[in-house]
């Protein structure tokens, strides 16, 4: 198995066979009056909190040397972060049109569930969103599906990737939050097609992920 299906594989069993089967274990055992009963909003966020912290670590693990060889290239592009890290906040401004305008909402479930864990533990959602999640979504959506595509397949290859990363980042049907997701992912795609490099891939998602929580967290506080 190479590591691109090693990834995925990976990913599948930690971000949903794991937390349905934890998430249906402890309804089942709070409904049986064994463990204290927790709503399962809560139990979503922990089960998450858990995932979050072993899935980068088997990335890392499985992928290290991909990762130790587009570090060393990564030197020659760290001038490009900020534009694309703004490129990808252009998506997201664009995205939360058709969230007001589709689901006549102005957040979506997924934030509304970042909100919660950050009230929760705003240094586990830190990590989670600026470190766990840029790594790991990278790695599935542009590493593994992407890949070294190029020409049309590549393109169909960046179409499908970033339908998948909007259904991953839906808590419940939305079709605004599926195309706002949908369309952070597509800008994602398109700059790991450019460059081919993970871990600039990584620093990008990384830098918006942390801009758009400090910008949620300071305007809670201000508000």
């Known amino acids: 198995m190479n590591d691109k299906r090693k990834i995925i594989f990976a990913y599948i069993i930690l971000m949903f066979l794991i937390p349905v089967a934890l998430t249906v274990g402890l ?8 463990v204290p009963s927790v ?17 980068p670590i088997v990335v890392i693990i499985i992928l290290h040397k991909r990762l130790t060889s ?9 001038l490009k972060i900020v534009p694309l890290i703004l490129i990808v906040y252009a998506s ?9 305008l589709l689901d006549h909402t102005q957040t979506t479930d997924n934030q509304t569930l970042i909100n919660e864990m950050r009230n929760a533990n705003s240094l586990f959602t830190t990590y989670m969103a600026v470190i766990a ?10 590493y593994s599906l992407i890949g070294e595509q190029k020409g049309f397949g590549g393109f169909l290859m960046l179409i499908i990737s970033s339908i998948l990363f909007g259904l991953i980042h839906m808590q419940s049907i939305a079709i605004g939050a599926l195309i706002a997701y949908s369309t952070i992912g597509f800008a994602l795609g398109c ?5 081919r490099n993970l871990i600039l891939n990584i620093l990008v998602h990384a830098g918006y992920n942390g801009s758009a929580l400090l910008i949620s967290y300071l305007y809670a506080r201000f508000q």
Request: charged share 15%; no cysteine.
């Open 27 to 34: 309804k089942v055992l709070s409904g049986n009056g064994i």
């Open 39 to 55: 709503p399962t909003n809560k139990i979503v966020m922990y089960v998450n909190m858990v995932v979050y912290l072993i899935l």
């Open 70 to 78: 587009d570090l060393k290239k990564t030197n020659r592009l760290l």
């Open 92 to 100: 997201s401004m664009l995205g939360n049109i058709f969230v007001n």
């Open 133 to 142: 999640a840029p790594i790991a979504e990278e790695s599935v959506f542009r």
């Open 191 to 195: 700059i790991y097609l450019k460059n």
